[in-house]
């Protein structure tokens, strides 16, 4: 990016504002910002006027805007995800989701250990195949992911615990009506 303006940061904004996910910024957006928040600086002092003062000011609320919400989007993405690489994320918040990612990790670590009394992440478990019976919405298994929604008939892999407890409520049935299991 070559040069940013007041128009442009504030399309960003908005698109940062109107979606829940991360929007792509444009390459070497931090700086781009930079220079911009230094050029109204530097005209500032040169000729100060009250109205070159707000737009100063209007420019940082909005560069600390976005910010602010791509940090919560890193944030909130580093909680679910492992993918590191992602493309939606400027150089400079890379660092930032890695650190996160990395205490979310040894947090579920921690967690596990807590739990199960056991050393590291809790254990992979088999996966089972089963016929759902009955219309199912979203659940939380007891892995703390969310299956679903499911619908009669449908057929679907489950961890061996989530597979169970359908089986035993009655909402699902193993196929071939004995626990198979699934090689990953």
């Known amino acids: 990016m070559e040069e ?3 128009e442009e940061l504030r399309k960003i904004q908005a698109k940062e504002r109107a979606s829940p996910v991360l929007q792509a910024l444009p390459d070497g957006f931090y700086k781009a910002a930079r220079k911009l928040v230094e050029k109204k600086d530097e005209g500032l002092k040169k000729d100060f006027s009250l109205t070159e003062a707000k737009e ?3 420019i940082l609320k909005v560069i600390e805007d976005v910010h602010e919400r791509r940090k919560q989007k890193i944030i909130m993405r580093a ?3 492992a993918a590191a690489g992602d493309t939606m994320l400027a150089e400079e918040e890379k660092e930032l989701f890695n650190k996160i990612h990395e205490i979310v990790e040894e947090e579920v670590g921690s967690f596990g250990r807590m739990i199960k009394g056991k050393e590291g992440k809790i254990e992979e478990e088999s996966i089972k195949r089963i016929k759902i019976l009955k219309n199912l919405p979203n659940f939380v298994g ?3 992911k969310v299956y679903g929604p499911f619908k009669e ?3 679907v892999e489950l961890p061996d615990k989530e597979a169970q407890l359908l089986v035993r409520r009655g909402i699902a ?3 071939g009506g004995v626990p198979n299991e699934i090689s990953k």
């Open 142 to 144: 007891v892995d703390l």
């Open 4 to 6: 940013l303006n007041y």
């Open 56 to 58: 100063y000011e209007s």
């Open 79 to 81: 909680m679910k995800s």
């Open 173 to 175: 049935e193993y196929i």
């Open 153 to 155: 008939g449908d057929t």
